[in-house]
């Protein structure tokens, strides 16, 4: 006889959980109880707020390739988890929300803080249910295991009432989940190969979620065998080596124009994973809908995503370390197209040297320093505003899931994914870069941070305002400034007070070695990096944006 609190913590032992991130609540007291039962076993990480708790789990899920759980309270705690919830659906991740709820016999009363959250999570997960039964725990749970990772992964949603975690019952366990990955066919791998003899300008882009190291690897190596350029899609520039031959950028928010004109002048592109989104796409303008200008070879684990915007001339639903594997096994192509190959090494490696920026401190020159001394094994997290385009165009990746950051654009993500970097990966670095705008949504997980013996750095640049918000203002209104200044705290004190090292940075040669006193702090550190407000996108400033719409 077990409680289902105790029944439910088992079975997250069983399929291999060794993590939950919550925010503690009253209606999930037996299961909490049940953790504290198997302390040893399962690690639980106490945020400071549901988001954070979410995107903590979410950034966890990312880095293992396995389920992470977020565990949260019911209605308010489970609104406030929605945030990553919605991120981990965009990401492909695999996370595993479970809820408190009010007691079956109090339901559909709009009780205390009631909220139907399989109506709520319905749009934002592959699945969303809820226990009935504590004998069923052990079934539910394996679908939502199963569910999260079959296919394109994605979070799922459990609701437990409060009486069901209570109740007390005999019931089997589960076994532990067990994933199948679809394979490419013969056939099709043949016709892929008769479609690059057949081409003078391939490309390749690579991304999306439900990768591994060996993919990663695999692919690269048909890349490089065959020299095919090769990009990454929105915030996956971890999943090729950046300092390989065939790397040629990232499709995203501050695409390098010359990129995108080599996607589009691509007589074959080659996606892997990637479901060329508005974000990767520049706004769909790279690749036409529905049918594209290139021929398009669409490789996906999802077989409803094959098609379903871009009709592909050869669509091929495979697990991508099956189809890297076969890739890599096919006999390599002596292209034509070296030139092709060369000429987009030589454009990337060119964007790379920081370009003359306003003020005293060049945040590209920044980025560069970090890159060049952090080992390859450090691992970047960032939210979501301009100052990430810095973080995407100047830092080179080497290894697989060094890169963490939210394709669905989420701001208040870069800290708390680099205090759940620190609980998978204590011994790496890990640089949480951060602006002044996304900080202040989930500050407090540095709290979480310090609470657990936890030492990232997090870089955080102070222009004063919401640079992405005030861009596209200055755009389409120039001058007509309204609700993107911020008013900030002083950061330096603010980090002293959660006892971070904390370092002021307002001039480029005062970086190098501010950074190397935050790296060997022994302690979560903050380095504030205060930028001109000018300085509003690599090569672009606030009054030239502002000229050029008043043009």
Not at 152 to 160: M, N, T
Not at 184 to 206: F, K, N, T, W
Not at 351 to 357: I, M, Q, R, V
Request: hydrophobic residues 40%; aromatic residues 8%; glycine residues 10%.
């Amino acid at each position: 006889m077990r409680n289902g609190g105790r029944i439910l913590v088992d079975q997250l032992r069983i399929h291999g959980v060794d993590t939950v991130y919550t925010v503690p609540g009253e209606s999930f007291l037996p299961a909490l109880d049940a953790l504290y039962e198997l302390r040893d076993e399962i690690r639980l990480v106490t945020a400071r707020h549901e988001g954070g708790a979410a995107n903590m789990a979410e950034a966890h899920a990312k880095l293992t390739g396995t389920p992470s759980v977020c565990f949260v309270n019911r209605g308010p705690g489970a609104t406030h988890a929605a945030n990553g919830v919605h991120t981990a659906f965009q990401d492909s991740t695999p996370l595993i929300v479970l809820i408190g709820q009010g007691p079956r016999g109090f339901l559909d009363r709009e009780s205390f803080q009631e909220i139907d959250h399989r109506v709520f999570f319905s749009q934002l997960t592959k699945w969303a249910g809820q226990v009935e039964d504590p004998a069923r725990i052990p079934e539910l749970v394996g679908k939502a295991m199963h569910i999260a990772l079959e296919g394109r992964p994605g979070p799922v949603a459990l609701a437990l009432p409060e009486d069901v975690l209570t109740a007390e019952c005999e019931t089997a366990d589960a076994r532990p989940y067990r994933i199948t990955r679809p394979h490419p066919g013969a056939d099709e791998m043949a016709e892929l190969r008769a479609m690059l003899v057949a081409s003078q300008r391939p490309a390749m882009i690579v991304g999306g979620g439900g990768w591994t190291t060996a993919a990663s690897r695999d692919l690269l190596a048909f890349a490089e065998a065959n020299r095919i350029p090769t990009a990454a899609s929105f915030r996956c520039q971890d999943y090729i080596d950046n300092h390989s031959e065939v790397y040629f950028g990232y499709g995203g928010l501050g695409i390098r124009p010359k990129l995108a004109e080599r996607i589009k002048d691509a007589d074959l592109l080659l996606v892997v994973g990637a479901r060329l989104g508005e974000a990767t796409t520049s706004r769909y303008s790279l690749v036409e809908i529905p049918t594209p200008r290139q021929k398009l070879v669409h490789v996906h684990l999802g077989p409803e995503e094959l098609g379903s915007v871009y009709q592909a001339d050869l669509p091929i639903n495979a697990g991508y370390g099956e189809f890297a594997a076969a890739a890599r096994a096919l006999a390599p192509v002596e292209g034509t197209w070296g030139g092709w190959a060369d000429s987009a090494r030589a454009d990337y490696l060119d964007d790379l040297a920081p370009p003359e920026a306003p003020g005293d401190l060049n945040l590209a020159a920044v980025v560069r320093h970090v890159s060049e001394v952090l080992p390859a094994e450090a691992i970047i997290t960032n939210g979501a505003g301009n100052f990430t385009v810095w973080a995407h165009r100047y830092y080179q990746f080497t290894s697989f899931r060094t890169q963490l950051g939210p394709t669905s654009g989420s701001m208040a993500y870069g800290i708390p994914a680099g205090v759940a970097a620190k609980v998978v990966h204590p011994d790496r670095p890990v640089i949480a870069f951060t602006g002044d705008g996304d900080a202040m949504m989930s500050f407090q997980e540095i709290a979480t941070a310090v609470q657990h013996g936890l030492d990232p750095v997090i870089l955080l640049v102070n222009n004063g305002m919401l640079a992405t918000m005030r861009m596209h203002q200055e755009r389409r209104f120039p001058g007509r400034v309204h609700g993107t200044d911020l008013v900030n705290p002083d950061f330096q004190a603010l980090g002293a007070s959660f006892g971070l090292h904390t370092e002021l940075v307002e001039r480029d040669a005062d970086f190098p070695a501010a950074f190397d006193r935050a790296l060997a702090a022994g302690r979560a550190a903050l380095v504030e990096l205060r930028i001109d407000p000018e300085q509003l996108t690599p090569g672009k400033t606030l009054a030239g944006t502002r000229r050029a719409a008043l043009a």
